[in-house]
């Protein structure tokens, strides 16, 4: 009964190829989060949704496309893939958005462009 | 544009309390958050501090003050398991959730 899970764990691909990172909670959460961690381990917002609207979506180049069928799932799908898109991507949960309710992490995507 | 700044490394033995700042720079934020990371693993929530003041559970307590713009996580009865990174977070101002990370502090805790 994981609460926040990411498939795939890690996904090793060439340049210019299309992949789909897909990312489910079973917590009841309104709000989901898509975050890349860098090899520095700088963690940075990319989206967030709220009961299947976008309510963030920082500067990230237009190959990241979020989608959210219902308010459990959230995938992240990127488009031709750039040796600068390898990191770890963490999908994440909360129940409230804008109060300091903890956010819940999944396990994270290693994703490794070559 | 908000930005958050905390020590690279800290080092320390275990049984000690180690203390790990951060400060921060916003024109506008709900609260603190504190969260660890193991390596290969998934940031873990600590603790929240939306008033100034000290926040405690357990061997963790969090401590807040926006008048200094200044937080700290301060860890005690060190355990080997503590060593981890540990990552400060501004929650943004505006009904989305925002979470702005420190870059973290790694701790490595020394038998």
Known sequence: ?114 | GQSLEQPSEVTAVEGAIVQINCTYQTSGFYGLSWYQQHDGGAPTFLSYNALDGLEETGRFSSFLSRSDSYGYLLLQELQMKDSASYFCALHGSGNTGKLIFGQGTTLQVKP
Request: proline share 4%.
């Open chain 1, 1 to 114: 009964d994981t609460a926040v899970s990411q498939t795939p764990k890690y996904l090793v691909t060439q340049m210019g190829n299309d992949k789909s990172i897909k990312c489910e909670q079973n917590l009841g959460h309104d709000t989901m989060y898509w975050y890349k961690q860098d090899s520095k381990k700088f963690l940075k917002i990319m989206f967030s949704y709220n009961n299947k609207e976008l309510i963030i979506n920082e500067t990230v180049p237009n190959r990241f496309s979020p989608k959210s069928p219902d308010k459990a799932h959230l995938n992240l799908h990127i488009n031709s893939l750039e040796l600068g898109d390898s990191a770890v991507y963490f999908c994440a949960s909360t129940g409230t958005s804008g109060t300091g309710d903890e956010q819940f992490f999944g396990p994270g995507t290693r994703l490794t462009v070559l």
